[in-house]
Protein backbone atom coordinates (compact mmCIF):
# COMPACT_ATOMS: atom_id res chain seq x y z
CA UNK A 1 0.00 0.00 0.00
CA UNK A 2 0.85 3.67 -0.70
CA UNK A 3 2.14 4.83 2.55
CA UNK A 4 2.45 8.29 0.94
CA UNK A 5 -1.26 8.68 1.50
CA UNK A 6 -3.90 9.91 -0.79
CA UNK A 7 -4.10 13.31 -2.38
CA UNK A 8 -6.23 15.74 -0.02
CA UNK A 9 -10.31 15.62 0.13
CA UNK A 10 -11.96 18.40 -1.54
CA UNK A 11 -13.65 20.71 0.95
CA UNK A 12 -17.22 18.70 -0.57
CA UNK A 13 -16.10 15.47 -0.04
CA UNK A 14 -15.17 16.55 3.49
CA UNK A 15 -18.71 18.18 3.82
CA UNK A 16 -20.19 15.22 2.81
CA UNK A 17 -18.05 12.89 5.47
CA UNK A 18 -18.74 15.27 8.24
CA UNK A 19 -22.59 15.50 7.36
CA UNK A 20 -23.13 11.85 7.38
CA UNK A 21 -20.67 11.37 10.89
CA UNK A 22 -23.13 14.33 12.17
CA UNK A 23 -26.26 13.00 11.08
CA UNK A 24 -25.38 9.37 12.92
CA UNK A 25 -24.27 11.19 16.09
CA UNK A 26 -27.32 12.51 16.13
CA UNK A 27 -29.45 9.14 15.24
CA UNK A 28 -26.91 7.27 18.05
CA UNK A 29 -28.68 10.21 20.94
CA UNK A 30 -31.84 9.70 19.52
CA UNK A 31 -31.53 5.70 19.75
CA UNK A 32 -34.80 4.21 21.27
CA UNK A 33 -33.63 0.33 22.02
CA UNK A 34 -30.56 -1.25 22.68
CA UNK A 35 -30.52 -3.11 19.43
CA UNK A 36 -31.51 0.71 17.64
CA UNK A 37 -28.09 1.82 19.43
CA UNK A 38 -25.72 -0.60 18.66
CA UNK A 39 -26.23 -0.83 15.24
CA UNK A 40 -26.26 3.10 14.94
CA UNK A 41 -23.04 3.01 17.24
CA UNK A 42 -21.21 0.55 15.30
CA UNK A 43 -21.99 2.76 12.01
CA UNK A 44 -20.83 5.71 13.30
CA UNK A 45 -17.67 4.09 14.49
CA UNK A 46 -16.74 2.95 10.79
CA UNK A 47 -17.92 6.73 9.37
CA UNK A 48 -16.02 8.62 12.26
CA UNK A 49 -13.25 5.71 11.30
CA UNK A 50 -12.87 7.25 7.81
CA UNK A 51 -13.26 10.63 8.33
CA UNK A 52 -9.97 11.04 10.69
CA UNK A 53 -8.35 9.08 8.04
CA UNK A 54 -9.71 11.32 5.19
CA UNK A 55 -8.47 14.55 7.36
CA UNK A 56 -5.04 12.95 8.35
CA UNK A 57 -5.01 11.77 4.28
CA UNK A 58 -4.51 8.27 4.87
CA UNK A 59 -5.75 5.57 3.20
CA UNK A 60 -8.65 3.88 4.19
CA UNK A 61 -9.80 0.37 4.20
CA UNK A 62 -12.63 -2.01 4.70
CA UNK A 63 -13.43 -4.40 7.36
CA UNK A 64 -10.19 -5.47 10.08
CA UNK A 65 -8.48 -2.93 7.63
CA UNK A 66 -10.47 0.24 8.67
CA UNK A 67 -9.01 -0.08 12.18
CA UNK A 68 -5.46 -1.16 11.60
CA UNK A 69 -5.19 2.12 9.46
CA UNK A 70 -6.23 4.20 12.18
CA UNK A 71 -3.98 2.00 14.57
CA UNK A 72 -0.88 3.11 12.22
CA UNK A 73 -1.93 6.82 12.31
CA UNK A 74 -2.15 6.18 16.42
CA UNK A 75 1.00 5.23 15.85
CA UNK A 76 2.76 8.11 13.36
CA UNK A 77 1.12 10.57 15.74
CA UNK A 78 1.10 9.18 19.58
CA UNK A 79 -2.65 9.02 19.19
CA UNK A 80 -5.17 6.82 20.35
CA UNK A 81 -7.89 7.61 18.58
CA UNK A 82 -8.40 3.22 17.61
CA UNK A 83 -8.68 2.40 21.44
CA UNK A 84 -10.97 5.14 22.03
CA UNK A 85 -13.59 3.97 19.34
CA UNK A 86 -13.65 0.69 20.48
CA UNK A 87 -14.06 0.97 23.67
CA UNK A 88 -16.73 3.81 22.56
CA UNK A 89 -18.38 1.37 20.43
CA UNK A 90 -18.18 -1.92 23.62
CA UNK A 91 -19.73 0.93 25.79
CA UNK A 92 -22.51 1.71 23.63
CA UNK A 93 -23.24 -1.98 22.96
CA UNK A 94 -23.24 -2.19 26.89
CA UNK A 95 -25.91 0.85 26.63
CA UNK A 96 -23.55 3.86 27.11
CA UNK A 97 -23.33 5.77 24.21
CA UNK A 98 -21.70 8.67 26.03
CA UNK A 99 -18.03 7.72 25.43
CA UNK A 100 -18.70 6.94 21.66
CA UNK A 101 -20.00 10.45 21.69
CA UNK A 102 -17.84 12.31 23.30
CA UNK A 103 -14.75 10.30 20.76
CA UNK A 104 -16.72 11.23 17.66
CA UNK A 105 -16.96 14.55 18.46
CA UNK A 106 -13.45 15.19 19.00
CA UNK A 107 -12.65 13.91 15.57
CA UNK A 108 -15.45 15.91 14.00
CA UNK A 109 -14.02 18.76 15.56
CA UNK A 110 -10.67 17.79 13.81
CA UNK A 111 -12.43 17.56 10.57
CA UNK A 112 -14.04 21.12 10.99
CA UNK A 113 -17.23 20.49 13.54
CA UNK A 114 -20.24 18.84 12.97
CA UNK A 115 -22.42 20.04 9.82
CA UNK A 116 -25.98 20.44 11.16
CA UNK A 117 -29.22 22.81 9.41
CA UNK A 118 -28.29 24.76 6.33
CA UNK A 119 -26.44 22.23 4.53
CA UNK A 120 -27.50 19.97 2.17
CA UNK A 121 -25.85 17.40 -0.86
CA UNK A 122 -26.14 17.89 -3.90
CA UNK A 123 -28.58 15.98 -6.26
CA UNK A 124 -25.33 14.41 -7.54
CA UNK A 125 -23.78 13.52 -4.09
CA UNK A 126 -21.14 16.04 -5.32
CA UNK A 127 -21.08 19.93 -4.23
CA UNK A 128 -22.71 20.65 -1.49
CA UNK A 129 -25.77 23.63 -1.93
CA UNK A 130 -24.07 25.03 0.92
CA UNK A 131 -20.97 24.63 2.60
CA UNK A 132 -21.92 24.75 6.31
CA UNK A 133 -24.20 26.22 8.80
CA UNK A 134 -22.68 29.89 8.87
CA UNK A 135 -22.77 29.88 4.94
CA UNK A 136 -23.73 32.78 3.51
CA UNK A 137 -26.86 32.88 1.14
CA UNK A 138 -29.26 35.32 -0.45
CA UNK A 139 -31.45 34.90 2.58
CA UNK A 140 -28.73 34.04 5.20
CA UNK A 141 -29.31 35.66 8.60
CA UNK A 142 -25.85 35.34 9.23
CA UNK A 143 -23.40 38.82 8.98
CA UNK A 144 -20.42 39.33 6.64
CA UNK A 145 -17.96 38.75 9.39
CA UNK A 146 -19.52 35.24 10.17
CA UNK A 147 -18.49 34.22 6.67
CA UNK A 148 -15.67 36.40 5.26
CA UNK A 149 -12.82 34.91 3.53
CA UNK A 150 -9.87 34.58 5.00
CA UNK A 151 -6.18 36.14 4.07
CA UNK A 152 -2.92 34.93 5.78
CA UNK A 153 -1.27 38.04 5.74
CA UNK A 154 2.64 38.79 7.19
CA UNK A 155 3.32 38.59 10.69
CA UNK A 156 2.98 42.27 12.24
CA UNK A 157 5.48 43.34 15.15
CA UNK A 158 2.11 45.32 17.10
CA UNK A 159 0.06 41.76 17.36
CA UNK A 160 1.87 40.99 20.37
CA UNK A 161 1.07 44.63 22.23
CA UNK A 162 -2.47 44.49 20.77
CA UNK A 163 -2.88 41.10 22.11
CA UNK A 164 -1.29 42.43 25.10
CA UNK A 165 -3.94 45.43 25.60
CA UNK A 166 -7.33 42.59 24.98
CA UNK A 167 -5.49 40.00 27.99
CA UNK A 168 -5.62 43.68 30.18
CA UNK A 169 -8.86 44.53 29.18
CA UNK A 170 -10.11 41.30 29.01
CA UNK A 171 -8.67 40.56 32.52
CA UNK A 172 -11.05 43.54 34.20
CA UNK A 173 -14.33 42.89 32.41
CA UNK A 174 -14.23 39.19 33.52
CA UNK A 175 -12.54 39.42 37.11
CA UNK A 176 -15.84 37.83 38.48
CA UNK A 177 -15.57 34.72 36.50
CA UNK A 178 -11.39 34.33 36.05
CA UNK A 179 -9.13 32.04 37.83
CA UNK A 180 -6.04 32.86 36.53
CA UNK A 181 -3.88 35.06 33.95
CA UNK A 182 -6.05 35.25 30.16
CA UNK A 183 -3.30 33.98 27.75
CA UNK A 184 -2.34 35.06 23.98
CA UNK A 185 -2.08 31.78 21.96
CA UNK A 186 -2.92 31.57 18.19
CA UNK A 187 -0.47 32.57 15.31
CA UNK A 188 -0.69 35.89 16.19
CA UNK A 189 1.69 35.14 19.59
CA UNK A 190 4.16 33.67 17.46
CA UNK A 191 6.77 36.51 16.57
CA UNK A 192 7.62 36.53 12.85
CA UNK A 193 4.61 34.35 12.37
CA UNK A 194 2.31 34.80 9.13
CA UNK A 195 -1.08 34.65 10.13
CA UNK A 196 -4.58 36.02 10.12
CA UNK A 197 -4.88 38.99 11.53
CA UNK A 198 -6.87 37.89 14.19
CA UNK A 199 -5.90 38.11 17.74
CA UNK A 200 -6.38 34.47 20.08
CA UNK A 201 -7.02 35.01 23.39
CA UNK A 202 -8.06 31.78 25.82
CA UNK A 203 -9.43 33.12 29.53
CA UNK A 204 -9.64 30.51 32.70
CA UNK A 205 -13.06 29.99 34.16
CA UNK A 206 -14.08 27.60 36.90
CA UNK A 207 -16.72 26.12 35.03
CA UNK A 208 -18.78 27.21 31.76
CA UNK A 209 -22.27 28.13 33.53
CA UNK A 210 -21.59 31.36 33.63
CA UNK A 211 -21.59 32.20 29.96
CA UNK A 212 -24.55 34.44 29.75
CA UNK A 213 -23.42 36.35 32.38
CA UNK A 214 -19.64 36.99 30.62
CA UNK A 215 -22.19 37.49 27.27
CA UNK A 216 -23.89 40.29 28.78
CA UNK A 217 -20.56 41.85 29.62
CA UNK A 218 -18.75 41.29 26.57
CA UNK A 219 -21.66 42.47 24.54
CA UNK A 220 -21.12 46.35 25.57
CA UNK A 221 -17.33 46.14 23.91
CA UNK A 222 -18.10 44.57 20.96
CA UNK A 223 -18.16 41.03 21.58
CA UNK A 224 -20.48 38.81 19.65
CA UNK A 225 -21.31 35.37 21.43
CA UNK A 226 -21.34 32.54 19.36
CA UNK A 227 -23.30 30.36 21.41
CA UNK A 228 -22.93 26.65 21.96
CA UNK A 229 -25.30 24.84 19.81
CA UNK A 230 -23.84 27.25 16.85
CA UNK A 231 -19.97 26.55 17.82
CA UNK A 232 -20.65 22.93 18.64
CA UNK A 233 -17.00 22.77 20.10
CA UNK A 234 -18.14 21.84 23.66
CA UNK A 235 -15.30 22.29 25.96
CA UNK A 236 -15.12 26.00 25.36
CA UNK A 237 -17.65 28.98 25.13
CA UNK A 238 -16.38 31.11 21.96
CA UNK A 239 -16.73 35.00 21.62
CA UNK A 240 -15.76 37.24 18.33
CA UNK A 241 -14.86 40.82 18.64
CA UNK A 242 -15.68 42.87 15.62
CA UNK A 243 -14.18 45.94 14.64
CA UNK A 244 -15.30 47.79 11.21
CA UNK A 245 -17.58 44.62 10.17
CA UNK A 246 -14.29 42.13 10.10
CA UNK A 247 -12.99 39.78 13.02
CA UNK A 248 -10.61 41.37 15.38
CA UNK A 249 -9.95 38.91 17.68
CA UNK A 250 -11.54 35.52 18.94
CA UNK A 251 -11.88 35.03 22.73
CA UNK A 252 -12.05 30.95 23.79
CA UNK A 253 -13.04 30.62 27.20
CA UNK A 254 -12.35 27.33 28.95
CA UNK A 255 -11.47 25.54 32.57
CA UNK A 256 -7.88 24.61 32.90
CA UNK A 257 -8.63 21.01 33.04
CA UNK A 258 -9.54 21.19 29.13
CA UNK A 259 -7.01 19.45 27.49
CA UNK A 260 -7.60 22.00 24.71
CA UNK A 261 -6.19 24.80 26.96
CA UNK A 262 -2.77 22.95 27.68
CA UNK A 263 -2.18 22.38 24.15
CA UNK A 264 -2.98 26.01 22.50
CA UNK A 265 -0.56 27.01 25.26
CA UNK A 266 1.89 24.04 24.36
CA UNK A 267 2.23 24.34 20.66
CA UNK A 268 2.50 28.66 21.03
CA UNK A 269 5.09 27.65 23.46
CA UNK A 270 6.99 25.20 20.89
CA UNK A 271 7.38 27.57 18.40
CA UNK A 272 8.17 30.27 19.57
CA UNK A 273 10.94 28.18 21.00
CA UNK A 274 11.92 26.18 17.17
CA UNK A 275 12.19 28.94 14.64
CA UNK A 276 12.92 26.18 12.07
CA UNK A 277 9.59 24.62 13.20
CA UNK A 278 7.77 27.86 12.99
CA UNK A 279 9.38 28.20 9.24
CA UNK A 280 7.57 25.02 8.26
CA UNK A 281 3.80 25.83 10.04
CA UNK A 282 4.63 29.58 8.04
CA UNK A 283 4.54 27.65 4.93
CA UNK A 284 2.02 25.34 5.56
CA UNK A 285 -0.26 27.69 6.53
CA UNK A 286 0.59 29.66 3.15
CA UNK A 287 -0.52 26.67 1.20
CA UNK A 288 -3.50 25.84 3.14
CA UNK A 289 -4.68 29.18 3.01
CA UNK A 290 -4.54 29.23 -0.82
CA UNK A 291 -6.15 26.08 -1.00
CA UNK A 292 -8.80 27.16 1.62
CA UNK A 293 -9.21 30.25 1.50
CA UNK A 294 -13.08 30.47 1.59
CA UNK A 295 -13.66 27.93 4.40
CA UNK A 296 -12.01 28.00 7.91
CA UNK A 297 -13.07 24.78 9.00
CA UNK A 298 -11.22 22.63 6.23
CA UNK A 299 -8.21 25.19 6.97
CA UNK A 300 -8.50 24.36 10.26
CA UNK A 301 -8.71 20.23 10.12
CA UNK A 302 -5.73 20.35 7.63
CA UNK A 303 -3.47 21.65 9.94
CA UNK A 304 -4.20 18.83 12.86
CA UNK A 305 -1.40 16.42 11.45
CA UNK A 306 1.47 19.10 12.05
CA UNK A 307 -0.35 20.45 14.99
CA UNK A 308 -0.12 16.94 16.88
CA UNK A 309 3.42 16.02 15.57
CA UNK A 310 4.69 19.25 17.45
CA UNK A 311 2.44 18.44 20.26
CA UNK A 312 3.44 14.87 20.78
CA UNK A 313 7.43 15.47 19.90
CA UNK A 314 9.51 14.32 22.48
CA UNK A 315 11.08 17.08 24.33
CA UNK A 316 14.77 17.88 25.13
Not at 54 to 63: D, F, T
Request: net charge negative; glycine share 6%.
Amino acid sequence: MDRQGPPPVSSSELENQRYAVTDLLEDLTGAHSDDELLTVAAALTRAAADLLLAVNRRWSGSGKWLMREVERLDNDLATTHAAQLINGLRSAGAGNPVPLRDNVLDILTMAGGPLFTGYRRGADGGEPAQTNSTAESTDSPWPNWATESMEIVDADPDWEAQGQRLCDTLQALLAPWLVGRIEHVGSTAIPGLPAKPIIDLQAPVAHLDASDSMAAVLSKHDWHYVTPDLDRRPWRRFFVKINEGHRSAHLHIMTTDSARWHQQIAFRDALRADPSTTANYAALKRALAAEHGDDREAYSAAKYSFIQAVLNAPSD
